[in-house]
């Protein structure tokens, strides 16, 4: 099992949430963020710190290790557009457990 993790900007979420829930993807965690990247290159980025925070869409999938590389694509390829910016990330963790709460189940059914 793996634990997919992507830091997107708010303008890619809706597309990539759309395409996510046409695949083998079963739920879903999100939640909004703040994103520091320290580069004075990236004209929307001050080096003021204060005002250096984007605002960004953190996605959380638990997924089985067959689907792994789907998702990925899903998201890498709705995510990268013209944007010479770009600073979204994604990463991939190994998921040692998972539990359903409510009915004991673990494991990959328990996704």
């Keep these: 099992m793996k634990m997919i993790v ?16 046409q695949t083998s993807t079963t739920s879903l965690t999100v939640y909004p963020v703040n994103s520091y990247k320290k580069n004075t290159s990236i004209p929307y980025i001050s080096t003021d ?3 250096a925070m984007v605002n960004k869409m953190r996605i ?3 997924v089985d ?3 792994v590389d789907s998702l990925l694509n899903v ?4 995510g990268a557009d ?13 998921l040692v457990q998972c539990i359903r709460i409510r ?4 494991g990959t059914t328990a996704l």
């Design 6 to 21: 992507a830091t997107i900007r708010t303008s890619q979420f809706q597309n990539i949430k759309q395409l996510l829930l």
């Design 49 to 51: 710190n204060e005002t």
């Design 60 to 62: 959380e999938i638990a």
């Design 65 to 67: 290790d067959n689907h």
């Design 75 to 78: 998201i890498r390829s709705t």
């Design 82 to 94: 013209n944007c010479e910016h770009n600073d979204d990330t994604i990463a991939v963790y190994d």
């Design 103 to 106: 009915t004991g189940e673990s």
